[in-house]
């Protein structure tokens, strides 16, 4: 009987963290194909957004591929300069004087290695802790509403994420040559929809064929901070 009462006071307890609220937290995950030391850090990426451990939180992830690796013998067919450029902006904002792989920056307040587990579990806890704001999309037609509600802020600009989770494959050159790595939440396209300075904005956005196939995630980043405000994922409905 007493071990009945602790199996059904267990299983209140976990029912209960379950329908507990989590605040949105976007984690930036900065890596490279050619980059021996990151396959751990697309691994720890895919276990949390599985597996949604942190409580309180819920992990909105984006895989962004840098381009700096691409000379040393294997070209990442996910890299883009657009990605090594906003990791430098980070730089400059968490006052970093270099940029690395794998890095992962937690809701644009901090950055983490990668691969650092426990680091950024208790980086995206400190992140939820913070004023955020709501982010609604909705499909149309021909693509999306989008409707953002923020506390105080000193100006913000909204972005959409297209991402996919690629099929593993094998790299022939570079430091991962031989390995077959796999990746989640990859950006195929990151589009800025506008900028605005009170608590409300909205707006309408066209989507290609090949982006509403995709999942996307929305967020908010607040400027000159780099802090992000609000965010969240939506998929492509079933069928399409």
Not at 24 to 48: K, M, W
Request: hydrophobic letters at 40%; a neutral charge.
């Amino acid at each position: 009987m007493t071990r009945l009462i602790a199996v059904v006071l267990l299983a209140s307890a976990l029912l209960a963290r379950a329908d507990e609220p989590r605040v949105p937290i976007l984690v930036e995950l900065f890596t490279s194909e050619g980059c021996s030391s990151c396959p751990p850090a697309d691994a720890l990426l895919a276990r949390l957004i599985r597996e949604q451990p942190i409580r309180g939180v819920e992990i909105v992830a984006l895989s962004e591929h840098v381009d700096y690796w691409d000379s040393l013998g294997w070209r990442d067919p996910y890299s883009s300069a657009a990605f090594t450029e906003r990791q430098q902006t980070y730089a400059g904002r968490l006052r970093r004087f270099n940029i690395y792989t794998p890095q992962a920056v937690v809701d644009g307040r901090a950055d983490v290695l990668g691969s650092d587990d426990g680091g950024i579990r208790s980086a995206a806890a400190r992140a939820a802790a913070g004023a955020h704001g709501t982010i609604d999309v909705r499909r149309t037609a021909n693509g999306l509403h989008v409707t953002v509600a923020l506390p105080q802020h000193r100006g913000s600009e909204v972005f959409l994420a297209a991402v996919d989770d690629p099929p593993p494959a094998r790299v022939a050159r570079g430091e991962n040559a031989g390995r077959t790595l796999s990746h989640v939440s990859v950006v195929r396209d990151l589009k800025r929809l506008g900028r605005f300075d009170g608590p409300t904005w909205t707006g309408d956005v066209t989507l290609d064929d090949r982006l509403r196939r995709l999942r996307l995630v929305a967020f908010v980043q607040e400027q000159p901070s780099g802090h992000i405000l609000a965010s969240g994922t939506w998929s492509a409905p079933a069928g399409m």
